[in-house]
């Protein structure tokens, strides 16, 4: 597809691998960033040309609504949404006495908010003839990390639902549906599970959607992530094993 002159949102876009997406899609495009904080947003935006914030909860309806006028208003159009945004908890189902509030919070944000936000912003999308949508998923949509269980349940029902997303709408609109795969990321949001000693950086993740966006590769299997994808399908008994040692 074509990667200049779009108007792109991207949720959590004030830092991590959604920064890093909109530092590459910049100044080509007009790039929307969306978080919780204003202040980290705004300092995520300096420098970057063509780089505009609002601040919103994604899990937040009224917000969402909100922000939708915004882009209408502001904007007129969207051709891309990157539904980036994502929450986890590092523990064991083992040793916690709360998996159902930490399940409840993660599948908040990253599974319902991803699907109301679409939901709200295809009729936008559908007017384009250069129309995109990226869910980033994870490595764990396949197999999951016994460190993060319920982010990595979260992770494959996204994964499910992107794949009959793209099939449902190839069939009667232009727009096209991306999965975005990363492995272990260095990010602040991978601290607590070994981001810093074991992640890459989040600047590669970022330059494998562009290019796939480019090639509409729609699966973005990023790093570690296609080598998982071929051992769980070849094996996935033993793939869990290895994944979880």
Known sequence: MNITNNTILITGGGSGIGLEIAKLLNPSNKIIIVGRNKEKLDNAAQGLENVFTIQADITDENDINRLIEEIKINFGTLNILINN????????????????????????????????LTEKLLPLLKQQNNAAIVNVSSIVAFIPGSH???????????????????????????????????????????????????????????????????????????GNTEMVYSNFFAGSEGAFEVFNK
Do not use: C, W
């Open 85 to 116: 945004a994502g929450h986890a908890y590092a523990y064991t189902l083992s040793d916690s006495s709360d998996t159902y509030t930490k399940a409840i919070a993660e599948f908040t944000t990253n599974y319902f908010a991803p699907i109301r």
């Open 148 to 222: 993060v269980p319920t982010y990595s349940d979260s992770k494959a029902a996204l994964h499910s639902y992107t794949r009959l997303l793209r099939y449902e709408l190839a069939k009667d609109t232009g727009i096209k549906v991306f999965e975005l795969m990363p492995p272990l990321v260095d990010t602040d949001f991978s601290v607590e599970i070994g981001g810093r000693e074991n992640g890459i950086p989040a600047s590669v993740v970022a330059e494998n959607l562009v290019k796939a966006l480019e090639q509409d590769t729609f699966e973005v299997r990023v």
